[in-house]
């Protein structure tokens, strides 16, 4: 993938501070994960990748569909990945307004400390903002803009437009590993609704007009065939059946609460985890350990720790709290030798995969967000109205997938 696109719709308000901190902290973790397993480029690749990168804005109880998981994300993501930069060897510049435009010095502070070519990163990242604010005209004016660097010199871009006639924003998506030239499809993937004719002087098709541009900015055209994938989000707020491929969500709340296709070692190796931190940890490991095919459904993984504004249900801080701590114990094991108990994490999305194949969900997908929200007190449900309140009245048992 060389550069990738999605359209969002415009969302506004803060991030509470009692969300921030644990999105930082699972934030950092899940990137973690992912290095000591499959390296930095991996990383790279999959902030890269559109769907995952709404998935794991949703798995950090972010709202699945708006565009406040861009700068969300990446703010929180920012904080916690910088204050560990030297032992992941990954550092994130820029970010939303006058952040954004901080990120040359950021590069080049990076470039004193590690050897790093500054003056080739600056110019990566002024070009590739060039590209989705000039030469790609759509109706979408940048106002963010995140430069995430290995300690390789590898890099990918997550930035975001909005247009406020259409109340839509729009992110677009580089890795520089499918990088051959700037100025001909150069995206991994730009996320994204048709909207009618635009400007885009990086079409293939474009030659012609490039070479006049080419010729005043004294740039030189390389070659590069991209794959392009394009996310559209829908415009309503709540999660629906239809948003999610339900055989995923089914066999993972199976695993979780009926302990389906899980082994007596993998137990053993979680014992003390309840039934619904393991829910979260199932999608949580499906974060780390998916393929690209498998985010398809982003909407998913709101079912991880819901949303800030209640959607699909308020955020289980309790859970959240759970999940975050059994994750960075495992890692701190895997850190001395001892991997079994993130062997049983990882073990969780290879279980949730198998029981899939043969899984047949039922109807009850609104019974199960009632239970959700029915029970969100009890694992400290909270939303930016404030902490989930009890029931009037128990009705009863709902039955799961």
């Not at 565009?67 to 920012?78: C, D, H, L, P, R």
């Not at 393991?278 to 991880?304: C, K, M, N, W, Y």
């Not at 009890?378 to 309140?389: D, H, I, Q, W």
Request: aromatic share 8%.
């Amino acid at each position: 993938m060389g550069r990738s696109y999605a359209d969002m719709p415009l969302h506004y308000g803060q991030v509470p501070a009692w969300l921030y901190e644990r999105m930082s902290s699972l934030g950092v973790a899940i990137a973690e994960a992912i290095v000591m397993e499959y390296g930095r480029a991996a990383l790279l690749q999959r902030f890269s990748d559109p769907f995952w990168f709404q998935a794991l804005g949703s798995v950090l109880g972010m709202d699945w569909h708006s565009s406040g998981i861009t700068t969300s994300v990446m703010g929180a993501m920012k904080r916690s990945i910088n204050q560990r930069s030297g032992d992941l060897g990954i550092y994130i510049c820029g970010g939303k307004g006058k952040h954004s435009r901080e990120t040359p010095n950021e590069l080049m502070a990076i470039a004193y400390k590690t050897g790093l070519n500054g003056d080739e990163l600056v110019r990566n990242s002024k070009l590739s903002a060039k590209v989705d604010n000039t030469a790609i005209q759509d109706g979408f004016q940048l106002y963010l803009h995140s430069f995430i660097l290995s300690a390789e010199g590898e890099w990918a871009v997550v930035q975001q437009g909005m247009n406020d006639a259409t109340g839509m924003a729009r992110r677009y998506h580089w890795y520089s590993g499918a990088v051959n030239s700037f100025v001909e499809e150069p995206h991994t993937f730009i996320y994204g609704k048709n909207q009618g004719q635009i400007i885009n002087v990086t079409d293939k098709d474009a030659g012609g007009t490039r070479n006049g541009i080419l010729e005043l900015v004294k740039e030189n055209p390389d070659k590069i065939i991209a794959e392009t994938k394009r996310l559209i989000l829908p415009g309503h707020h709540d999660v629906r059946a239809e948003d999610i491929d339900m055989k995923r969500l089914g066999s993972a709340l199976a695993i979780a609460h009926e302990r389906e296709n899980l082994g007596m070692e993998d137990l053993l190796l979680l014992e003390g985890v309840g039934p619904r931190t393991l829910q979260s940890l199932v999608l949580v490991s499906e974060v780390i350990h998916g393929t690209p095919s498998r985010f398809t459904d982003p909407a998913r993984f709101s079912f991880a720790h819901g949303g800030k504004d209640g959607h699909p249900f308020p955020v289980p801080t309790k859970v959240y709290d759970d999940a975050i701590a059994t994750l960075d114990k495992a890692i701190a094991l895997a850190k001395i030798g001892q991997s079994e108990k993130a062997e049983a994490i990882k073990g969780l999305h290879k279980a949730a995969k198998r029981l899939e194949a043969d899984f047949v969900p039922n109807e009850n997908f609104e019974k199960l967000i009632e239970r959700e929200n029915r029970d969100s007190w009890k694992y400290g449900g909270r939303t930016v109205k404030g902490p989930a309140k009890p029931p009037k009245a128990d009705n009863g048992q709902l039955s799961l997938f």
